[in-house]
């Protein structure tokens, strides 16, 4: 992960947020008052949906088991 002052970081803004957003590397931001972290969007997104999926109990394995399936033997239809 990169690391800039939060000087550096108030000049060049722009070029962080689109490199953010291109490269999905975050960067830490480090100031007098503390530190921060910036992501894109979606990759902030992205965790905040791994969080919930994982704070639900059993999800994880139900995740584990579903990825070790071979396609060849999933349903191509959903019963509802």
């Known amino acids: ?5 939060a000087t550096s970081a108030r000049s060049d803004l722009y070029r962080l ?12 931001i480090t100031g007098k008052r503390g530190n921060v ?10 965790i905040q949906e791994t969080l919930y ?5 059993g999800m994880r394995d ?3 088991k579903g990825m070790a399936e071979p396609i060849e033997d999933c349903a191509e239809e959903i019963d509802l």
Do not use: C, F, N, Y
Request: aromatic letters at 2%; zero cysteines.
């Open 1 to 5: 992960m990169k690391t800039i002052t």
């Open 17 to 28: 947020i689109d490199s953010a957003q291109s490269t999905h590397e975050p960067v830490q």
């Open 37 to 46: 972290v910036l992501v894109a969007e979606d990759d902030w997104r992205a």
């Open 53 to 57: 999926l994982l704070g639900i109990p």
């Open 62 to 64: 139900s995740i584990v």
